[in-house]
């Protein structure tokens, strides 16, 4: 049972534009997102997270989108630039609770010149 | 600290071998993560520590699987008896448990331990 999904598996996207990567939560008990993203070779590092409290997070290009009741999130990332071609990885977790965090399956994005 | 370490990088095993993975966390984390990840696949939760004590083990960790953490630094993943099915990228993550202050509840990866079972 997947709590947490990515529904595409990859987005191209073209330099300069928005990338728009969705993820769905199917645990109403997530009150902590998180997204990583992973390079080839590397291990996933941390981008940008959201408690269930607020309803958008903002850090330079990248921008979080929580939808509570539609149990939605959203990373924008605006311009896109050639290195921001990577899987992405959303991620939730209950905190204070088992304090494990799940993980999508991921999405690759392609920034196209 | 140059962040989170694993050893070895890769290892090509015989069915039925034991294998062993070594993490060595950022120094000032009390919390240490196992996961695995596959092709295709996100990271899958396998157990975790908090210093020395294992809180809590996925239903996904056989009985052919122990980790520990012996001294609350670095932690050590075994697997005996290996089979083609635990062919995989072993990850490692440390973190400060959330009852810290400013803790954003991020988890610092290492790089991975890949493992091939022949």
């Known amino acids: 049972d997947q709590q947490v999904k990515q529904n595409s598996p990859s987005l191209s996207v073209q330099e300069g534009r928005i990338s728009i990567l969705n993820c769905d939560y199917t645990?109403?008990?997530?009150?902590?997102f998180l997204w990583y993203k992973k390079y080839p070779a590397e291990g996933p590092t941390f981008l940008i997270s959201?408690?269930?409290?607020?309803d958008k997070n903002e850090d330079g290009r990248f921008t979080v989108f929580l939808n509570k009741s539609a149990k939605h999130l959203s990373l924008h990332i605006v311009p896109s630039q050639p290195g921001d071609s990577a899987v992405y990885f959303c991620?939730?977790?209950?905190?204070?609770?088992?304090?494990?965090?799940?993980f999508g399956k991921g999405t690759r994005l392609h920034i196209l010149p | 600290d140059t962040g989170v370490s694993q050893n070895p990088r890769h290892k090509i095993t015989k069915r039925g071998q034991n294998v062993t993975f070594r993490c060595d966390p950022i120094?000032?984390?009390?919390?240490l993560y196992w996961y695995r990840q596959t092709l295709g696949q996100g990271p899958e939760f396998l157990t975790y520590?908090?210093?020395?004590?294992?809180?809590?083990k996925s239903r996904l960790l056989s009985d052919r699987f122990s980790a520990e953490r012996p001294k609350g630094s670095f932690s050590t993943l075994e697997i005996q008896r290996t089979e083609q099915g635990d062919s995989a990228m072993y990850l490692c993550?440390?973190?400060?448990?959330?009852?810290?202050?400013?803790?954003?509840?991020?988890?610092?990866f290492g790089e991975g331990s890949r493992l091939t079972v022949l």
């Open positions: 991620a939730a977790s209950v905190v204070g609770r088992d304090d494990k965090i799940i």
């Open positions: 120094s000032e984390h009390n919390r």
């Open positions: 645990n109403s008990m997530f009150d902590y």
């Open positions: 959201i408690s269930s409290i607020k």
């Open positions: 520590f908090q210093n020395e004590a294992q809180l809590e």
């Open positions: 993550a440390s973190s400060f448990d959330w009852g810290r202050v400013g803790n954003t509840g991020e988890l610092f």
